[in-house]
């Protein structure tokens, strides 16, 4: 059972704009949501995190929301560059029930020039 | 380099053979994990240590999958008799242990493997 979903396969964003990747999660005991970037043929490398106790961390150009009551987060990167053309997880976890991290399938930006 | 580092990056095998990949943490890092990823998924979560104690298992490490940290340090994920099913990237990571910062994960580059 998926328990983290990020419902966009894809985003395409041109350079200077906002980019805004969401993600969903059914499990009302996580707290603690992570996002990270990978490309091609290499590990994901962490960007920022958030606990539950929180509704906004941010770090630089990138911003992650928090939304509890909707079980609903959102990374938000601005201004996008091409650099940040790479896929985007978002992952969870539940501090009380162990250390494993539930990823999504991840969103593919594409920042265009 | 000071990141998590792992070995080899690629490994071709033939069904039916043994592979071994390892990991080497970060150093002050006293947790330890393994994660499988195929093509469209995100990372799946095997197995956690921490230290040289292997507290997690996921049901995704069949009995052909066997990890171990001897002394709480390295990492060897070993697997045998493979399977064409088997071939993805296997990740390490680490973290420290306590508190929110604890469930931070720091990835290395990662080992394909393609089983033929």
């Known amino acids: 059972d998926q328990q983290v979903k990020q419902n966009s396969p894809s985003l395409s964003v041109q350079e200077g704009r906002i980019s805004i990747l969401n993600c969903d999660y059914t499990?009302?005991?996580?707290?603690?949501f992570l996002w990270y970037k990978k490309y091609p043929a290499e590990g994901p490398t962490f960007l920022i995190s958030i606990s539950s106790i929180k509704d906004k961390n941010e770090d630089g150009r990138f911003t992650v929301f928090l939304n509890k009551s909707a079980k609903h987060l959102s990374l938000h990167i601005v201004p996008s560059q091409p650099g940040d053309s790479a896929v985007y997880f978002c992952?969870?976890?539940?501090?009380?029930?162990?250390?494993?991290?539930?990823f999504g399938k991840g969103t593919s930006l594409l920042v265009t020039p | 380099d000071t990141g998590v580092s792992q070995d080899p990056r690629h490994k071709i095998t033939k069904r039916g053979q043994n592979v071994t990949f390892r990991c080497d943490p970060i150093?002050?890092?006293?947790?330890l994990y393994w994660y499988r990823q195929t093509l469209g998924q995100g990372p799946e979560f095997l197995t956690y240590?921490?230290?040289?104690?292997?507290?997690?298992k996921s049901r995704l490490l069949s009995d052909r999958f066997s990890a171990e940290r001897p002394k709480g340090s390295f990492s060897t994920l070993e697997i045998q008799r493979t399977e064409q099913g088997d071939s993805a990237m296997y990740l390490c990571a680490s973290s420290l242990a306590g508190g929110y910062s604890g469930n931070t994960i720091y990835f290395g580059e990662g080992s394909w493997l393609t089983v033929v």
């Open positions: 240590f921490q230290n040289e104690a292997q507290l997690e």
């Open positions: 499990n009302s005991m996580f707290d603690y």
């Open positions: 992952a969870a976890s539940d501090s009380n029930s162990g250390y494993a991290l539930n």
């Open positions: 150093s002050e890092h006293n947790r």
